[in-house]
């Protein structure tokens, strides 16, 4: 068992940056394959990033690719989301997810397949 929750979510202008944390209990985090998914209102919720249990592999949303960086602390037991160059269209709500199976990049960007999820964050971008 594992609980989420996010913090760095806030108000930016377009073209600016924030960073995302996600804090997790316990003591096996590291065993965890984690990640990041946002909601719109009015939308489904969509897959934004994920990282393996080691930090060495990831894998992006084609609408984040090259200003999102997701990445992980174990000795912390926080992941991250370094956003950048922000556009009015990343307004959500962001959530951290996390998951026991091995990371399959094929897989990860099914949300049902995640077994814990945070609170979530807002994040809201201006133009």
């Known amino acids: 068992q594992v609980q989420l929750v996010e913090s760095g979510g806030g108000l930016v202008q377009a073209g600016g940056s924030l960073r995302l944390s996600c804090a997790a209990s316990?003591?096996?985090?590291?065993?965890?394959?984690t990640g990041w998914f946002r909601q719109a209102p009015g939308k489904e919720r969509e897959f934004v990033a994920a990282?393996?249990?080691?930090?060495?592999?990831?894998r992006y949303a084609d609408s984040v690719k090259g200003r999102f960086t997701i990445s992980r602390d174990n000795a912390k037991n926080t992941v991250y989301l370094q956003m950048n160059s922000l556009k009015p269209e990343d307004t959500a709500v962001y959530y951290c997810?996390?998951?026991?199976?091995?990371?399959?990049?094929?897989?990860?960007?099914?949300?049902?397949?995640?077994?814990?999820w945070g609170q979530g964050t807002q994040v809201t971008v201006s133009s």
């Open positions: 990282i393996s249990e080691s930090g060495v592999t990831t």
């Open positions: 997810a996390a998951e026991r199976r091995p990371f399959d990049s094929t897989l990860v960007a099914d949300s049902a397949r995640w077994d814990y």
């Open positions: 316990g003591r096996t985090f590291s065993i965890y394959v």
